[in-house]
Antibody
Framework: QLQLQESGPGLVKASETLSLSCSVS??????????WGWIRQPPGKGLEWIGN???????YYNPSLKSRVTVYVDTSKNQFTLSLSSVTAADTAVYYC??????????WGPGTLVTVSP | SFELTQSPSVSVSPGQTASITCSGD??????TSWYQQKPGQSPVVVLY???KRPSGIPERFSGSNSGNTATLTISGTQAMDEADYYC?????????FGGGTKVTVL
């Protein structure tokens, strides 16, 4: 059964870069069927898509975050990584990694809370 | 930019039908997915491609999508269905989520 697990610092200082990894088990990240994505949820608020990556390195990003976001994949480790630069308090959120199948996200990680400190 | 609009909340009595709507420009031309999120948990897809149910999702969850509105219907609502529900669609390779609807089972 597919499992995704986010990992990374829970606290990041303002203006620095947030970096999170998503480890995938029970399935190959190099599958030609799926894309892999990041979604976040500020405390008490709704879901916001950050971006997706295909194993060949093709990426799509939320236009509102595009200038600060990079997602890359490491097929040798079966994981993909989110980098978000110049963070502010508005980037405080639970960050989820997820698998995209065609037009929906069919598997999600448990999420990890990242807090941006002043 | 493309946006999806949901009503903030819906209340329903046990055993009754809850309808959750999601509105967006020409949404009927796109596939809509619906996610259920309970407190402290990750979202779970309950419908995809407008009306298809993943394995393990009860038949009481159904969906439709036409014009500018997609609808998630929960028939015979149970207490366990109390959760936040989010619609989601794609527009120009960008995933868009609705703001979410809190379903309260009274």
């Amino acid at each position: 059964q597919l499992q995704l697990q986010e990992s990374g610092p829970g606290l990041v200082k303002a203006s620095e870069t947030l970096s999170l990894s998503c480890s995938v088990s029970g399935g190959a990240i190099s599958s030609r069927i799926y894309h892999w994505g990041w979604i976040r949820q500020p405390p008490g608020k709704g879901l916001e898509w950050i971006g997706n990556i295909y194993y060949k390195g093709i990426t799509y990003y939320n236009p509102s975050l595009k200038s600060r976001v990079t997602v890359y994949v490491d097929t040798s480790k079966n994981q993909f990584t989110l980098s978000l630069s110049s963070v502010t308090a508005a980037d405080t959120a639970v960050y989820y990694c997820a698998r995209r199948q065609v037009s929906w996200f069919d598997s999600w990680g448990p999420g990890t809370l990242v807090t941006v400190s002043p | 930019s493309f946006e999806l609009t949901q009503s903030p909340s819906v209340s329903v009595s046990p055993g009754q039908t809850a309808s959750i709507t999601c509105s967006g420009d020409e949404l009927g031309d796109k596939y809509t997915s619906w996610y259920q999120q309970k407190p402290g948990q990750s979202p779970v897809v309950v419908l995809y491609q407008d009306k298809k149910r993943p394995s393990g999702i009860p038949e009481r969850f159904s969906g439709s999508n036409s014009g500018n509105t997609a609808t998630l219907t929960i028939s015979g609502t149970q207490a366990m269905d109390e959760a936040d529900y989010y619609c989601q669609a794609w527009d120009n390779n960008t995933a868009v989520f609705g703001g979410g609807t809190k379903v309260t089972v009274l």
